[in-house]
């Protein structure tokens, strides 16, 4: 089954520096039909203006995945872990037993972003950031895997989830595997979803299949997250 959730009917909100849509509950946005995928908590789809950010504050239990669509953010941490995450790159956080970070946008441009929270597996590990720099050559024959929690990934979180992504010209057409539920982002451009039609900024809840096929009509930029069907902890 597959249910689309168009970027017109997602949560917003305006704070000037930040211009947010949210996939589901969060913060001031309250929809009591739209809180949680599975062990998929979040997806904030951020504009962060150019010399903003989000201050430094704390997380616990909680593995806090950014994608950089454009732009680039610069994260610090209580840890001392610092890094700038860049278009088409990834950084993970673990927060575990708690850990203060900020994450800004220093660039002279605005940065666009995914930010997806995912429920651990596991509570009070020890925290932990990591980044790294990904292809951005078109595929043409699967997306690429970018996280995961069995160590296949180069990016790793505490749960049984994977998260794809690539870019795909126009015209290129993938099948792709689903080991539990997904739900799918459309990042740029237009794409058919199993036929049905998908544009930026689209997400869409996929049950009950074992793959799924994409169409590129546009260049297309896609994220597929892979999650339990519910936030299982040890």
Do not use: C
């Amino acid at each position: 089954m597959i249910t689309i959730y168009p970027y017109s009917e997602l949560g917003h909100a305006d704070h000037g520096w930040l211009d947010a849509r949210h996939h589901f509950s969060f913060a001031g946005y309250v929809n009591p039909d739209r809180h949680r995928f599975g062990a998929l908590r979040v997806i904030n789809d951020d504009t962060i203006r150019a010399g903003g950010g989000f201050d430094t504050h704390p997380h616990r239990d909680m593995e806090i995945i950014t994608y950089v669509r454009r732009g680039a953010i610069t994260h610090r941490d209580s840890n001392g872990n610092k890094g700038r995450t860049q278009a088409g790159d990834v950084q993970v956080m673990s927060a575990g037993s708690g850990i203060f970070h900020s994450e800004y946008n220093l660039e002279s441009e605005d940065t666009t972003l995914f930010q997806i929270w995912i429920e651990p597996n596991q509570r009070g590990v020890n925290p932990d950031w990591d980044s790294h720099v990904f292809p951005k050559t078109p595929v043409k024959d699967g997306l690429n895997l970018l996280v995961s929690g069995d160590g296949d990934a180069p990016l790793h979180i505490h749960q049984d989830a994977r998260i794809y992504a690539g870019k795909l010209t126009a015209g290129t057409v993938i099948r792709h595997p689903l080991h539990q539920q997904a739900y799918l982002l459309v990042s740029e451009g237009e794409l058919t979803l199993d036929h049905q039609p998908m544009t930026r900024g689209d997400g869409a809840e996929i049950t009950g299949t074992d793959s799924v096929r994409l169409e590129a009509i546009t260049d297309t930029e896609v994220l597929v997250i892979d999650v339990p069907h519910s936030p299982t902890r040890h």
